[in-house]
């Protein structure tokens, strides 16, 4: 147990860390920059309603506001902090599978990439698409749950898909991956975005784009690694022939 550990703990760490540095600077160059322009509606919006308001908030007494990263570098360093760790938790899944399904080769690793893309970006992307500031929502509980749902219920559903080749499983796994979309996402009541249409397509496009490199990576370098590492191998005695052949 205490040799395995590092196998585990190393594969995802490296591999984490350098998928999070790329998209890191993929959304410096590409993604950060259509935020900033978006946010400029948004401050004129504000600007314009603070004007209309201004006369009755003078007498009041306002909250502090939370503590949020400035432009320039606090921005980019808390960007690339949340990339991090959130990165080395998906490497940490990752590296787990690999334990229970060793990849043969790296090129495996592009396959779970795909999925996670699927099930943590692509899924609840059909319901619920990235969105700049200024663009009005649902309800946040209510998205947190669809999102999760969704999340899930795709996880499953590829495994029964991929993973079984019964045909029971299968339709039952083809199903699961339907029904959030049936269900629909919440929706806001009245749709608006202060930012032009031409920039909410973009940003989505490159939002897609950005986190489907980001899974590549992960999955291609966490699974060189593993191999490396031999992480999975306590496994193999136990695993049937054509799995050491992947």
């Not at 860390?17 to 509606?41: G, H, K």
Request: proline share 7%; with cysteine.
């Amino acid at each position: 147990m205490a040799g395995m550990l590092p196998r585990i703990i190393l594969p995802a760490g490296i591999s984490g860390i350098v998928s999070a540095l790329l998209l890191s600077l993929v959304q410096i160059l590409w993604v950060t920059p259509l935020i900033l322009e978006s946010e400029t509606y948004e401050i004129v919006a504000e600007s314009r309603s603070h004007i209309h308001i201004v006369e009755k908030a003078t007498g009041n007494e306002h909250s502090p506001q939370a503590w949020q990263p400035q432009d320039g570098w606090q921005r980019t360093l808390a960007t690339i902090s949340s990339n991090v760790v959130m990165a080395i938790g998906f490497a940490s899944m990752l590296t787990g599978a690999y334990c229970l399904r060793r990849p043969s080769r790296w090129v495996i690793g592009i396959g779970w990439g795909l999925a996670g893309y699927a099930v943590f970006y692509a899924a609840p992307s059909f319901g619920l698409p990235p969105e700049l500031p200024g663009t009005s929502a649902a309800e946040l509980l209510a998205r947190q749950y669809w999102w999760l749902g969704t999340a899930f219920a795709t996880a499953i559903g590829l495994g029964l898909l991929f993973l079984q080749s019964k045909p029971l499983p299968r339709l039952a796994g083809g199903m699961l991956l339907l029904i959030p979309h049936l269900l629909g996402a919440p929706q806001p009541a009245m749709p608006e975005s202060l930012a032009p249409e031409a920039l909410q397509v973009q940003f989505i496009q490159v939002s897609a784009l950005s986190n489907l490199l980001f899974w590549l990576v992960l999955g291609s370098v966490s699974a060189a690694l593993a191999i490396h590492f031999g992480v999975g191998d306590e496994n193999q005695g136990l695993a049937s022939p054509e799995n050491w052949h992947g």
